[in-house]
């Protein structure tokens, strides 16, 4: 199983931008990457997915628009860039790859520490 390391996370206020990173310890090519987010008594939610070729990618509605995940071609390392944060983003952000395609959790064995995000005023 690997270990993935995320980080970038923070305090901003409302309308401000973060951007997240993970690094996962074997090649991009072979794996689908998914950020998801979990506050205290819910369940954890998928953010955005980008595949194995970093051509396609899948976002949570409420995120479209505002949250852009992308690549580094050749390398290890995953981001989100989050835009015009708003309170309801606030959460533990993880990072995590698998085989899978969806954004549920059960698609994914792989998984970071996670990184905190809290956007408050």
């Known amino acids: 199983q690997m270990r993935l390391v995320e980080s970038g996370g923070g305090f901003v206020q409302p309308g401000g931008s973060l951007r997240l990173s993970c690094v996962v310890p074997e090649p991009l090519k072979y794996w689908n990457v998914g950020w998801f987010r979990q506050v205290p008594g819910k369940e954890r939610e998928g953010v955005s997915l980008?595949?194995?070729?970093?051509?396609?990618?899948r976002y949570k509605d409420s995120v479209k628009g505002r949250f852009s995940t992308s690549r580094d071609s050749g390398k290890t390392t995953t981001y989100l860039q989050m835009n015009n944060l708003k309170p309801e983003d606030t959460g533990t952000y993880y990072c995590?790859?698998?085989?899978?395609?969806?954004?549920?959790?059960?698609?994914?064995?792989?998984w970071g520490q996670g990184t905190q995000v809290t956007v408050s005023s």
């Open positions: 980008i595949d194995v070729t970093g051509d396609t990618t």
């Open positions: 995590t790859a698998g085989r899978g395609w969806g954004l549920d959790p059960s698609f994914f064995t792989n």
